[in-house]
């Protein structure tokens, strides 16, 4: 069998939806459950210094509401439920409650006939959801057993057969050859390994490293190359990274994908013995791993020229390759490659203009490659972009460009980052904050993302990195406010009071979308969950209520599911937050 030409495959739009669990159920019925009287904090902590918000939900007009701090029993501020609002994506009346600027310490939330909130603040409040979201990682390594005294976690080696070339190509005309793509990080919640979301979560985390390399430290995460004298970050990221190496083809196009054929039941994943291929070719994910590796190039050389000499080259033959490619994009994909995985292109759930086109990876690749090389044929290709350039979207694997043209703005002054595109991008970046400034204001939870769909508290994560950068650059105040309100969002203030990362916070979400997960029977620390998703494909999670469509359920994978890259998106969020936070007195003051 012959591979499909350019022109069949070069955009190929599946109707399949990606499940991570093997369960179907009836959809569950869009009325609106009852609203309970409650108030929703921030239940990772608040940092000094940072701006602080609250909200109390459903009180009686007029209801006194009290802040109290628990060392000495005083009342520091009182409010009266009069101001509040029905938020558009719920329904719920809501009142804001901005706290005062707390000290470190302990705080009481009370209002009569509700239960009381506790609200901490202290310094490090952030520290311990930063090394749970990052060693998430390590606990989904792939090809290596896991025996972590930390957490009690075992399952055996898994996945040492990966794998089998799914159908013929260019360089392996023969059928079943193998590719060895041993390693990596399992995707979400089951096994699968995806080129699209590991290239953004490299970007993103190596993104964050290099944003305040401070806070990162050897010995960090407890993993197993601790003690090397390298971050535990920078160790972490190249399980990812030299995982996508063995994902490149020798002419430098990268495979898209591997799993099995038929989404795995719940086991633990040294239990999933199906064969597992490797799924054709794509300039999509080629150019995102081009730019992972032109990036990683930057970060690795002080530590191991020679590994970083070698990510470089990755990404220069990547990046050739992609100059063979003249049509919009080119997918090496057939009907039946996604009865066990998900897409990671344009489908019935992905209908994002950008799909269509590879030329937002691209932009993301030329911008790393500039960065690395200084090689003026990269600047080149950005200024072919102009659409791309002038219009910001928020980072991810459908549109990865503003990761790129972010690192552009902060390019060393030798450099020569053309004036005309830099402010270019500079005005692009205020106006993108600046919608999401509107959006949050018109939203009782000051949420900059109304777009429900799957995956939206990874949305609402990046809408506060565009919001954090925006303020480092441009010094608005609004924007660094509400930056932090998403982060506040993520971790409990939100219509259900409930942090959506397994482990952070009184009331964190208990029953996530992960296989291995349901067979420990208890849930992975460190896992940012997805979230509402109005149309809830699961048949689990509620359809049909926008930010109320969203169940803690290990059945509901459309909206409870964690991925490596919405870990990455938090993370990236937190690291913003701190770097606009860490700069404000050198800048503004």
Request: aromatic share 8%; charged share 20%.
């Amino acid at each position: 069998m012959r591979a499909l030409s350019v022109a069949t495959v070069c955009m190929i739009i599946l109707s399949m939806p990606m499940p991570a669990l093997a369960v179907k159920a009836t959809a569950s019925a869009t009325t609106r459950a009852p609203v309970v009287a409650r108030f929703a904090v921030n239940q990772a902590g608040y940092v000094p210094g940072w701006p602080q918000h609250a909200v109390a939900i459903d009180l009686k007009p007029g209801a006194p509401v009290s802040l109290i701090d628990v060392r000495n029993g005083a009342t520091l501020r009182r409010w009266r439920a009069t101001s509040s609002r029905v938020d558009p994506d719920s329904g719920m009346r809501v009142t804001a409650l901005d706290l005062p600027a707390l000290r470190p310490g302990r705080y009481l939330l009370r209002a009569q006939g509700v239960e009381p909130a506790s609200l901490q603040v202290a310094p490090q409040a952030l520290d311990a959801p930063v090394r749970s979201l990052l060693r998430a990682y390590f606990l989904q390594r792939c090809g290596v057993a896991l025996n972590d005294a930390e957490t009690g976690l075992q399952h055996g080696p898994d996945h040492l057969d990966d794998g089998v070339l799914a159908h013929p190509d260019a360089l392996h005309p023969q059928p079943g050859a193998l590719v060895v793509a041993i390693g990596g990080w399992h995707d979400a919640g089951d096994f699968g390994k995806y080129v699209a979301t590991t290239s953004v979560t490299v970007g993103r985390l190596l993104s964050l490293y290099t944003g305040m390399p401070g806070q990162f430290a050897d010995g960090q995460l407890n993993i197993p190359e601790s003690g090397n004298g390298i971050p535990d970050i920078l160790d972490e990221t190249r399980v990812g990274l030299d995982w996508m190496l063995s994902m490149q083809r020798a002419d430098g196009a990268l495979y898209r994908k591997v799993s099995g054929a038929r989404w795995p039941e719940p086991i633990t994943p040294d239990h999933d013995v199906q064969t597992r291929y490797v799924y054709g070719v794509s300039s999509p994910d080629t150019a995102k791993a081009a730019a992972a590796f032109a990036l990683a190039a930057r970060v690795y050389k002080p530590f191991a020229p020679a590994l970083a000499a070698r990510y470089l080259d990755a990404a220069i033959a990547a990046w050739q390759w992609l100059g063979t490619v003249h049509t919009p994009q080119y997918i090496d994909a057939y009907p039946g490659d996604d009865s066990g995985s998900g897409p990671y292109m344009a489908s019935a759930i992905d209908r994002e203009p950008s799909l269509m086109s590879d030329a937002d990876d691209r932009v993301w690749a030329a911008a790393e490659l500039w960065l690395t090389t200084g090689d003026e044929q990269y600047v080149r290709v950005i200024e072919r972009e102009p659409a791309l350039t002038a219009t910001l979207d928020v980072f991810e694997w459908k549109n990865p460009a503003s990761l790129g043209l972010l690192h552009l703005l902060g390019a060393p002054a030798d450099m020569r980052l053309p004036e005309p595109l830099r402010q270019r991008i500079g005005r692009a970046l205020q106006n993108a904050a600046g919608h999401a400034f509107a959006t949050s204001r018109s939203s009782g939870f000051e949420l900059a993302n109304r777009r429900f769909v799957w995956g939206s508290n990874k949305l609402a994560a990046e809408e506060g990195v565009l919001l954090a950068t925006a303020y480092r650059y441009g010094g608005d105040p609004r924007f660094l406010r509400a930056a932090t309100a998403q982060l506040d969002f993520v971790f409990g203030v939100n219509p259900f009071g409930l942090s959506f990362v397994s482990g952070v916070g009184e009331r964190a979400v208990q029953h996530p979308a992960h296989l291995f997960g349901r067979v420990a029977g208890r849930p992975i620390p460190g896992l940012f969950v997805g979230g509402p998703n109005d149309e809830a494909q699961d048949g689990v999670a509620p359809r049909g209520l926008e930010l109320l469509s969203y169940v803690d359920d290990a059945r509901a994978y459309s909206v409870n599911e964690f991925a490596i890259d919405y870990n990455a998106s938090l993370l990236g969020l937190i690291g913003a937050l701190q770097q606009a936070q860490a700069e404000r007195p050198r800048d503004r003051e």
